[in-house]
């Protein structure tokens, strides 16, 4: 699921977040959990001002 999310962030120009992404997957594959609370955290951050951005976006142009 990070992979994905790495590359939805991409599509979007999240670096920051595409970059926690990446991490929490290569952490995940290494079994570093304990490692992951604060990729998790930035990418969270990230998608709490794209998510509602993109909905008003969609509303404003009559496609949501």
């Known amino acids: 699921a990070a992979h ?3 590359s939805a962030m991409r599509t979007f120009g999240l670096h920051g977040a595409q970059d926690a992404a990446r991490r ?3 952490l995940g594959e290494s079994e570093q959990f304990e490692e992951a609370a604060p990729y998790y955290a930035e990418l969270k951050a990230e998608i709490d001002v794209v998510v509602p951005a993109a909905t008003a976006l ?3 142009s009559g496609a949501g």
């Open 4 to 6: 994905v999310m790495a």
């Open 24 to 26: 929490l997957e290569d």
């Open 58 to 60: 969609l509303q404003r």
